[in-house]
């Protein structure tokens, strides 16, 4: 079986991935994820955040940045974050805190409790579609002589209560979501992990308006082929004055 070139250095810690590229007075961002999975946001109060150690500037959708949606070739129109207020996943970016240090953006993350209202996201809700145009609308899964399943629990001589949680993506890179972005010269250079630099480098110069030719997308180790670094969902930042960079939780 072929060895690939570039095995050596992932399995003893010597690739070099978009976090770990480091420039004179970068910047960090934290971003903030929603921990309901349907509402809206009704208000955020940034204050303290603002005024926390380190802070440089703090994103919400009530500060939305200016950001054109970008449309690519094979995925179409890319989403545009802290644009819309309503909450439609857990884990959605709600906002964006830009700090000093990575330590700081993530204390000044902890200040900020969004206000959300479930109550209008369930008045939205809508029945979901079945899976099949043919299959039934409900589902029963009890016994005949079973008429609910608060029944059945009770009569069981044994009952198990549990929670179970999976994770919301089935992905495993080796290399966190990351990227690190440095102006120079009126040209714009991403260091991070994806399968399609182009695509990036295309969908980040529609979204912040520039020449395609003035933006660099950079991936040096490529990790996976996966679908969570085949393009960028969330170009998140308009242009900044210092290398900036984002790490994923």
Not at 152 to 169: K, L
């Given at each position: 079986?072929?060895?690939?070139?570039?095995?050596?250095?992932?399995?003893?810690?010597?690739a070099?991935?978009?976090?770990?590229?480091?420039?004179?007075g970068?910047?960090?961002?934290?971003?903030?994820?929603?921990?309901?999975?349907?509402?809206e946001?009704?208000?955020?109060?940034?204050?303290?955040?603002?005024?926390?150690?380190g802070v440089?500037?703090?994103?919400?959708?009530?500060?939305?940045?200016?950001?054109?949606?970008?449309?690519?070739?094979?995925?179409?129109?890319?989403?545009?974050?802290?644009?819309d207020?309503?909450?439609?996943?857990?884990?959605?970016?709600?906002g964006?805190?830009v700090a000093e240090?990575?330590e700081?953006a993530?204390?000044?993350y902890r200040?900020?409790?969004?206000?959300?209202?479930?109550?209008d996201?369930l008045?939205t809700?809508?029945?979901?579609s079945?899976?099949h145009?043919?299959?039934?609308?409900?589902?029963?899964?009890?016994?005949?002589?079973?008429?609910?399943?608060?029944d059945a629990?009770?009569?069981?001589?044994?009952v198990?209560?549990?929670?179970?949680?999976?994770?919301?993506?089935?992905?495993?890179?080796?290399e966190p979501?990351?990227?690190?972005?440095?102006w120079?010269?009126?040209?714009?250079?991403?260091?991070?992990?994806?399968?399609?630099?182009?695509?990036?480098?295309?969908?980040?110069?529609?979204?912040?308006?520039?020449?395609?030719?003035?933006?660099?997308?950079?991936?040096?180790?490529?990790v996976?082929?996966?679908a969570?670094?085949a393009?960028?969902?969330?170009?998140?930042?308009?242009?900044?004055?210092?290398p900036?960079?984002?790490?994923?939780?």
């Amino acid at each position: 079986m072929p060895t690939r070139l570039d095995a050596p250095l992932k399995v003893t810690g010597g690739a070099k991935y978009g976090v770990d590229h480091n420039f004179p007075g970068m910047v960090y961002g934290y971003i903030v994820v929603s921990t309901i999975a349907h509402g809206e946001i009704e208000s955020m109060d940034v204050t303290a955040a603002k005024s926390a150690p380190g802070v440089l500037g703090v994103y919400s959708p009530f500060d939305p940045r200016a950001l054109n949606q970008a449309t690519t070739p094979m995925f179409g129109e890319t989403w545009v974050p802290l644009r819309d207020r309503q909450v439609t996943y857990v884990g959605q970016p709600i906002g964006f805190v830009v700090a000093e240090t990575f330590e700081q953006a993530r204390a000044a993350y902890r200040e900020l409790p969004p206000l959300t209202s479930l109550e209008d996201g369930l008045a939205t809700a809508i029945e979901a579609s079945p899976g099949h145009v043919d299959a039934p609308p409900t589902l029963s899964v009890l016994e005949d002589a079973v008429e609910s399943i608060k029944d059945a629990i009770a009569a069981g001589p044994v009952v198990v209560d549990a929670t179970y949680r999976t994770a919301s993506q089935n992905h495993t890179p080796m290399e966190p979501h990351s990227a690190v972005a440095v102006w120079a010269d009126d040209t714009l250079t991403v260091y991070s992990g994806n399968q399609g630099a182009h695509l990036q480098a295309m969908a980040l110069a529609m979204a912040l308006g520039l020449d395609p030719a003035a933006v660099r997308a950079v991936n040096r180790s490529w990790v996976a082929r996966s679908a969570a670094r085949a393009a960028p969902r969330r170009p998140r930042s308009s242009r900044p004055p210092r290398p900036a960079r984002w790490a994923g939780r």
